[in-house]
C-alpha cells in the first residue's frame, strides 16, 4: 500500500467542539499546576524491558529529589514484581509524609481490593479507577452501550468506597478516569463523572480527582482545550473536583494540549520525565514545567542538575534522550550555525553590560546555568560555523578576545581544518590551530630574550633589548613615540623589516596574582599584505612586544 491521494476517503477531521465564547484562548498559565509522575506505571509499561525492583527504587528517589509530590508508583494487580514493589515502598518507611503515592486499577472488583491491599498502612494514597467510555471502545472493544459503561464507573466507584473503609489508618484520596476522554461525547463523560461524584460524595476540602485523559490524541490542541472547557463549565458541583490532565503525543502536541488545558482550568498535568509512554509518549514534565519557568513562573520542580536526571531515565528506562530533546537534550544550547553563533556571542556581552538580571540572550530561551550546564557548549564548531563560533570557544577555553577583524582572518584557518577533518572541532583543535598559525609553538625566526625600555630626553621611547635571529643572539635598540613603535624601528633599523600598525588591542586573560595579558596587532607589509601578531605574556608591556615580533615572523 501506499499514501492515498485523497486521504478523505479513509479519514474524517475531528469535529469542533461547540463552545460559544470560549474563554481559555485569552487566559495565561500564572501558577504551577498539581503535577504526577507516572513514569513509573505509564513509562514504565511501555519500556521493551520493564524497569526491575532496583530501577524503579532509583526513579522513585529521582522523583522525589525534582520535588514530585504525587508519583504513581505502579499497576498492583498486574503482577508480584508490580504489587511487592509498592508493598515494600509502605513498609519500609521510604514514602516522605508530603508525598501522595498513587497506583492505577482497572474498575474490576478483584483488581481494586488489591491495589487497596498494596497500598494498606501509608499515611496517604490515592487509587485510580479507570474506564473507557468513547463509541470506538464501546462499540468494538467491549460491545456495550451507554449504559453499561456507566455502571462499570458506579460499580468501581463503590469498590473505591468499600476498600477504603477497610483500612481507615491510610489517608485514601480518589481519582476516576474516563479513559478515552478526548474521543468520547462530552455530556456522556460528564454523565460517567457525575455518576462516580455521587457515590464517593467528595467535598472541596477532599475533592475527586477526574482525570480527562488524551489517551489517543486525535485532534489539535485547541480542540482539547474546548472540551476540558466545556467540561469545567458543565460539571455538577465543579469545586469538589480536581482536573487532571493527561495528554499522549501521537500527534507531537502533547505538551501543547496540556498548557491549553491548563488554560481551560484543568488544575493538574500527569506525565513523564521527557515524555516516555506508550506509542509517541505522554507529556513530558520537563518540557511544560521549564516552560512555565521561562515565563517567570516557578513550577515547583527542580532540574538544577538536568544532565544527572537525564543520566538516571536513561538508565531505568533504557532508552535514550534525543540530543535535541527541549531544554535536556545535549545538543540543544549548542549553536553550529555561523549567524546564530554571533548572535549568541553578542548576546552575552550585552548581556554582561546590563544592569538588571533579565535574561535576553538570542537562541537561548533559559540560561543553561539554571539547569546546571556550563557555558562551555553554547556554541561548537564545525564547517557550518561562523567567525564568531571559534571565537567565542578561544575566550571559553583561552581567555582570548580576539579582535574582530582577527577573528576573520583566523576564520580561513579554521575553516581548512574543518574542512580536512570533516568532523565538529573540540577546543582542543582551535586552540592548536591558532598556535599554529600566529606561531606560539614553533621556533620563530624572531625570538625575544630580553628587553628594557627608557626615555629619551626628547620624549621619545628607546627600546633595547636582545633579540634571537635564527640561533643568534642580537642587541639591538629603536626610538619611537612609544615601546610599540620604538619595537617596530628596531626591526627596521636593525633587520630591514618594514611593517606599519593598523590595529592594536589587548585585554586581560583573567584576574588575581595569575592573570596574564594578550595583546593584538594588526600590520601591513611593505609589499601591501595584512598580517597579524599575537602575544601573551604575564606583563601587558612584554605582551605588547610579543605581539609586534610574532607579526613580524609573518613578515620575514
Known amino acids: 500500500m501506499t499514501m ?13 467542539i461547540d463552545l460559544p465564547n470560549r474563554q481559555w484562548p485569552g487566559r495565561t498559565i500564572t501558577k504551577a499546576p498539581r503535577w504526577l509522575s507516572t513514569d513509573m506505571r505509564d513509562g514504565n509499561q511501555s519500556l521493551i524491558d520493564p524497569m526491575d525492583a532496583e530501577k524503579k527504587s532509583r526513579f522513585f528517589d529521582l522523583l522525589l529529589k525534582v520535588g514530585l509530590k504525587e508519583i504513581e ?12 514493589f509498592i508493598r515494600g515502598l509502605v513498609d519500609s518507611g521510604r514514602i516522605p509524609d508530603d508525598v501522595f503515592v498513587q497506583v492505577l486499577t482497572q474498575s474490576r472488583e478483584d483488581l481494586i481490593k488489591t491495589s487497596f491491599e498494596s497500598l494498606a498502612g501509608a499515611k496517604q494514597a490515592i487509587v485510580h479507577v479507570y474506564n473507557a467510555v468513547s463509541p470506538l471502545w464501546r462499540n468494538v472493544v467491549f460491545g456495550m452501550d451507554q449504559k453499561d459503561v456507566r455502571e462499570i464507573a458506579i460499580a468501581g466507584a463503590k469498590h473505591l468506597r468499600d476498600q477504603a473503609a477497610r483500612f481507615p489508618q491510610t489517608d485514601w484520596h480518589f481519582e476516576y478516569s474516563p479513559e478515552t476522554f478526548s ?6 463523560s460528564i454523565e460517567c463523572c457525575e455518576a462516580v461524584m455521587e457515590i464517593l460524595q467528595p467535598t472541596t476540602d477532599k475533592p475527586i480527582i477526574l482525570n480527562l485523559p488524551a489517551t489517543v490524541e486525535a485532534a489539535t490542541p485547541n480542540i482539547y482545550a474546548d472540551q476540558i472547557e466545556y467540561f469545567c463549565r458543565n460539571l455538577p458541583n465543579r469545586d469538589r473536583a480536581v482536573i487532571s490532565l493527561h495528554t499522549h503525543n501521537d500527534r507531537g502536541t502533547g505538551v501543547a494540549a496540556a498548557e491549553l488545558g491548563l488554560m481551560a482550568g484543568a488544575d493538574r498535568v500527569e506525565g513523564c520525565l521527557f515524555g516516555n509512554g ?12 521549564l516552560n512555565m519557568y521561562t515565563q517567570g513562573i ?26 535535541r530533546h527541549p531544554y535536556g537534550g545535549e545538543l540543544v544550547f549548542t ?12 548576546g552575552f556581552a550585552a548581556q554582561e553590560q546590563r544592569n538588571d538580571e533579565l535574561w535576553a540572550i538570542p537562541y537561548l530561551p533559559i540560561d543553561p546555568a539554571d539547569l546546571g550546564r556550563s557555558y562551555e557548549a553554547v556554541i561548537r564548531v564545525n564547517s557550518q560555523s561562523g567567525k564568531g563560533g571559534f571565537a567565542w570557544v578561544l575566550e571559553q577555553d583561552q581567555g582570548l578576545k580576539l579582535p574582530k577583524k582577527m577573528q576573520a582572518h583566523f576564520s580561513r584557518h579554521v575553516q581548512e581544518l574543518a574542512d580536512e577533518l570533516g568532523r565538529e572541532l573540540q577546543a582542543a583543535d582551535i586552540w592548536g590551530v591558532f598556535r599554529k598559525a600566529y606561531r606560539l609553538d614553533a621556533p620563530q625566526h624572531f625570538q625575544l630574550v630580553d628587553y628594557e625600555e627608557a626615555r629619551g630626553p626628547d620624549g621619545t621611547r628607546i627600546f633595547a633589548g636582545k633579540i634571537e635571529v635564527d640561533g643568534k643572539v642580537q642587541s639591538v635598540s629603536g626610538r619611537g613615540n612609544g615601546l610599540i613603535s620604538s619595537v617596530v624601528a628596531t626591526l627596521k633599523d636593525g633587520f630591514g623589516v618594514e611593517i606599519d600598525i593598523t590595529d ?11 592573570a596574564r595579558a594578550a595583546a593584538y596587532v594588526e600590520c601591513k607589509t611593505a609589499d601591501g599584505r595584512t598580517i597579524w601578531g599575537v602575544g601573551i605574556d604575564e ?15 609573518a613578515a620575514a
Open 335 to 346: 549553536a553550529f550555525s555561523g549567524s546564530h553563533q554571533d548572535a549568541i556571542k553578542k
Open 278 to 289: 506508550e506509542r509517541t509518549g505522554n507529556c513530558c514534565l520537563v518540557t511544560v514545567g
Open 4 to 16: 492515498l491521494k485523497n486521504p478523505s476517503a479513509k479519514y474524517r477531521p475531528f469535529p469542533q
Open 183 to 188: 474521543t468520547a461525547e462530552l455530556d456522556f
Open 73 to 84: 508508583v505502579g499497576f498492583p494487580s498486574a503482577g508480584a514484581t508490580e504489587y511487592d
Open 539 to 553: 606583563d601587558v608591556a612584554t605582551a605588547s612586544v610579543r605581539a609586534v615580533l610574532s607579526a613580524a615572523n
Open 298 to 323: 516557578d513550577p515547583e520542580l527542580d532540574f538544577s542538575d538536568i544532565d544527572e536526571v537525564i543520566q538516571t531515565v536513561e538508565y531505568c528506562n533504557q532508552l535514550p534522550v534525543h540530543p
Open 504 to 514: 592594536y588591542s589587548e585585554h586581560a586573560m583573567g584576574a588575581g596574582s595569575n
